[in-house]
């Protein structure tokens, strides 16, 4: 009887001993409820919270995200990732009392941290196993006790949060660490590895299977660092990581290694090793490093686990070994902007594969027949290559699941018009480019697909596009028919149409008849209108004013006349660019601008009279600002000082008059940076101020003009901003260069009295030009300080003294005219100024020294002339030699003016050579004029 009753208190004792394994500790409860009354939720798209569930009524561990050991009730792990948290984990919140915690996962919150050194508490969970802080807003340094405390964590994830400075060199005291991720995607904040505390990491931490560092900066960690990592890496991701030099290819050959990202650092170098690979690799990714060099070693059909191959933007070269086949798990392969070569049907592709891209390489030939079998396949980028086909809608019609196809840049390869292709559909595909291939029509054979983006600019497409072509586009989005040679275009395709682009076609006529029908309703959501360079003629009709979802308006570069609706000015409150340049548009600017979103408006070489219109001080987003070469009449207008994002200016060849305010710029805001007054009939002299408020032209650059992050809503890539600056007197037209290039053109104005030495803070100038005007007084010697300048031109002006020394510090200076002034004394010699003629310094009798025959005396200045023998029968033959050669040295540094020209504006050189010898012509043509007559 005493041992059954034993037997019972036994089995009772059990009993209540695993009851009570689910039963949370109360003073971990506690913790946990006064942690969730120290953060807060913020609104966001989730419909049901974690912490909703968190109340003392229910045992904590049957809270959401909380895990506790079956054991002992302990909490060992806390997932509160994608929970719409926000608040400061301070340094004795309360989580940080659950010392027996090994997995902690807070990732997707909005929450911020005290700076992290000073939250030691967090640190004194000796039993913590994991733990994942990731996409959170934390500020300050990783802290070190973080790393000397928490020693037996085996997962570390403090990834995509605002860590800056150099990460501790005690995280090499984990040396149970599994997995490591402190990789951060935030362009505010750097995270640095140093050399040396890499190097402990790499040795210490022996059981490292996932490393993951994307975006730390590691440029002072040497590369065989690497080779001391553990032999069980299964996972290497380092991109952006600022790595250089020659990465060792032994790498590739750990046995373990599933995962390899070093893409997007761009000084990396190295080959790919020709054996030894391990075959569990599933991903190789060297994109854009653009050093990786040689050929795919044929060991590459040994992958036979491979997913993804990126080895874009490299050097690699050679044929493409016929091993791919082999890889029968592979779905992404990238192998664009390299150097392979080869025909195209020497290339084995697997049934598994859904991504292609071989764009800019030197492949050749028709396309193979495989690539029309391959049934997975969902994007195929074949651009700018040398392929030569006829593409067939029957051939594309197998590939039911393609999304994506791009063929453009292939000269020799064109579409088949035939009226049987209208028979195929293409239920799947989305976005086709064949831009600047052989197309001759317009095809019939995407209309029933429900695609999206078509792009056919820079073909033969000739004619017309007729009504019936155009039906039946019901989704297309995005449509570019740009340099064709179209001549008229009856209908929108679709209703859903937000980008049409028709520039440099043959389109005559008004615009909403001869090239667009009257009747024709027009999509209510286009965004983007581009028509310029054709033959419009006829009015800017008011019915555009009915686009009230326009961004982009571009009319520029025809013959349309009249005068500009007063309603363009607000008819959008969208519209971003308004662009009328180059045709015979008279009379006034609208006063109706009330958009504050229009970043660039080009009113530039029309017939407009007028002042320039106040409203557009509305306009407080306008970065560009054209309205030269017209026939307004206007003073300064002082608002233009007032918006805070031009940045370029240019009111050149008017009737603006009189003196310039002091100031064109607001000093605590402006980004002014080419501005370009020249051709008017401005006065007065400079004032101090003007040169100290243009901060953009004397402090390190921080513009940007439409960058792709900006477009968010700006959905054309293909628009390019463009402007003409005028120097050597040559008018050339910057599209590239234009977001980084900085000028000043004040010339041909009656600007007078001395340049201020402040000029001399403009130190990112690169062109500055302000001859034909009344200045005096002497050079400033702050001109020395201008060292990014490439051309500077004073000539006719009414300068005086020596040409200061201190501007053989312009080592860039390409183009220089100091000539038709009163300059006196010996000409500096050294650096650029070694490379200038004679026409430089024309006009200053009082400058000796080379180029100049003109000899200084011991003072540095020139000499008197010598006894003149004009009355000698021959005495105007040397003169006139001495004219020849100088017309020579004015070929020779006309030939360097136009070299920089090509070089900064990238015109191609036969055009610029074409210029070149027109000029020298029209040069030989005025010396022969000049030639002396003999009896």
């Given amino acids: 009887m005493g041992s059954l009753f034993l037997a019972l208190v036994l089995l009772l004792h059990l009993s209540w001993s695993f009851s ?117 807003d934390f500020h300050g340094r990783i802290s070190s006790e973080l790393f000397s405390q928490l020693v037996s964590l085996t997962h570390l994830n403090l990834s995509v949060n605002a860590f800056s400075g150099l990460i501790p060199h005690q995280i090499s005291l984990l040396s149970s660490l599994v997995s490591l991720d402190l990789s951060l995607y935030s362009e505010s904040t750097t995270l640095t590895f140093d050399g040396r505390g890499f190097d402990k990491l790499a040795r210490n931490l022996t059981k490292l299977r996932h490393l993951v560092l994307d975006t730390i900066v590691m440029s002072d960690v040497a590369l065989t660092s690497f080779l001391n990592l553990s032999s069980s890496l299964q996972r290497l991701s380092l991109s952006h990581c600022q790595l250089h030099g020659e990465f060792p290819s032994q790498l590739f050959h750990l ?32 994109a854009y490093c653009g050093g990786f060099r040689g050929p795919i070693p044929s060991s590459f059909g040994n992958l036979t686990q491979i997913i993804s191959i990126d080895l874009s933007g490299n050097l690699f070269e050679g044929q493409i070994p016929d091993v791919l086949g082999n890889l029968t798990k592979l779905t992404t392969l990238d192998l664009s902007y390299n150097h392979f070569h080869g025909r195209m049907d020497q290339i084995q592709m697997p049934s598994s594969i859904q991504y292609v891209n071989l764009s800019f390489n030197d492949f050749h030939g028709p396309l193979p027949d ?74 019939h054979f995407f209309r029933t697909s429900k695609l999206e983006y078509l792009d056919l600019s820079n073909n033969m497409i000739s004619g017309g596009i007729s009504k019936r072509e155009a039906e039946g586009w019901e989704s297309l989005q995005e449509l570019y028919l740009s340099n064709n040679s179209l001549t008229s275009f009856e209908q929108f395709p679709g209703q859903s149409l937000l980008t049409l682009d028709l520039r440099s076609n043959l389109l005559e006529g008004p615009i909403l008849s001869t090239c667009l029908n009257l009747q024709i309703p027009i999509p209510a959501l286009l965004q983007e209108f581009l028509i310029s360079n054709n033959k419009l003629t006829g009015n800017v009709p008011s019915s555009i004013c009915n686009w009230t979802s326009l961004q982009i308006l571009d009319l520029s570069r025809n013959s349309l006349s009249g005068t500009i609706p007063e309603c363009l000015g607000n008819f959008s409150q969208n519209l971003l660019i308004m662009d009328l340049q180059m045709n015979n548009l008279s009379g006034k600017i609208p006063d109706s601008f009330l958009n504050n979103v229009l970043i660039n408006l080009y009113l530039n070489d029309n017939r407009l009279e007028g002042l320039v219109p106040p409203s ?18 206007d003073r300064f207008p002082h608002w233009l000082a007032s918006l805070p994002n031009l940045q370029i200016l240019i009111l050149r060849c008017n009737r603006f008059h009189g003196p310039l305010p002091h100031s064109v710029a607001a000093s605590n805001v402006s980004i002014l940076r080419m501005i370009d007054l020249s051709g008017n009939v401005f006065s007065g002299p400079l004032h ?34 463009s402007v003409n600056v005028t120097t050597k007197r040559l008018e050339l037209e910057l599209t590239k260069t234009i977001d980084i290039f900085v000028s000043m053109d004040l010339s041909n104005n009656k600007f007078s009295g001395q340049i201020p030495e402040e000029v001399g803070q403009l130190i990112y100038l690169q ?38 020394s201190q501007m053989l510090k312009l080592t860039f200076l390409a183009v220089l005219n100091l000539s038709e002034n009163d300059l006196v004394g010996q000409i500096p010699y050294g650096n650029q100024f070694n490379t200038f003629d004679n026409d430089s310094y024309s006009g200053n009798l009082g400058l000796c020294g080379l180029p100049l025959s003109k000899q200084c005396n011991n003072h540095g200045e020139a000499k008197p002339p010598a006894p003149s023998v004009a009355e000698h029968e021959d005495s105007q033959v040397p003169v006139f030699w001495q004219v020849v050669m100088m017309g020579y040295a004015s070929g020779v540094v006309l030939g360097l003016s136009l070299g920089y020209i090509v070089f900064t504006t990238g015109r191609p050189w036969w055009l610029v050579r074409m210029v070149e010898r027109d000029l020298q012509y029209k040069f030989t043509a005025w010396i022969k004029r000049k030639r002396p007559k003999r009896n």
């Fill in 370 to 443: 495989y690539i029309f079998d391959l049934v997975s396949l969902t994007s195929l980028f074949l651009s700018s290559n040398n392929l030569s086909s006829v593409v067939e809608s029957d051939m594309l019609s197998k590939l039911t699941s393609l999304e994506d196809l791009d063929l453009s840049n292939n000269n020799l390869l064109s579409l088949s018009t035939g009226d049987k292709d209208v028979n195929h559909s293409f239920p799947q595909l989305r976005s086709v480019s064949f831009s600047s291939c052989s197309v001759r029509q317009f095809p």
């Fill in 20 to 136: 009570s394994t689910h039963l949370c500790l109360p003073h971990q409860r506690a913790a946990l409820l006064q942690f969730k009354s120290s953060i807060s939720i913020y609104d966001c798209y989730l419909e049901y919270y974690k912490t909703e569930s968190w109340n003392r009524s229910i045992d904590c561990c049957s809270w959401e995200g909380i895990k506790c050991d079956e054991l002992t009730g302990h909490v060992i792990g806390i997932d509160l990732s994608n929970s719409c948290l926000s608040g400061f984990l301070f340094a004795n919140n309360s989580l940080f009392r659950l010392h027996t915690l090994q997995w902690l996962d807070l990732s997707l919150n909005n929450l911020n941290g005290s700076p992290l050194e000073n939250t030691s508490s967090l640190f004194h969970f000796h039993g913590l196993r994991r733990l994942n802080l990731a996409f959170n």
């Fill in 616 to 633: 557009l001080a509305n306009s407080t987003s306008l970065e560009i600002l054209n309205l030269g070469n017209n026939m307004l009449t």
């Fill in 255 to 286: 046995p373990n290694l599933k995962h390899i990202n070093l893409g997007l650092n761009e000084n990396l170098r190295g080959y790919l090793p020709k054996t030894n690979w391990g075959s569990g690799l599933k991903l190789l990714d060297l």
């Fill in 767 to 804: 062109m500055l030009n302000i001859s034909h005007n009344n200045f005096t007084g002497p050079i400033p010697a702050s001109f020395g300080n201008l060292v990014a300048l490439e051309s500077l031109d004073l000539s006719s002006n009414k300068f005086n003294g020596r040409i200061p």
């Fill in 688 to 721: 101090t101020k003007l040169f100290q408020d243009l901060r953009a032209m004397r402090e390190s650059p921080r513009w940007r003009l439409l960058s792709p992050d900006d477009r968010a809503y700006y959905n054309s890539e293909d628009y390019h901003t």
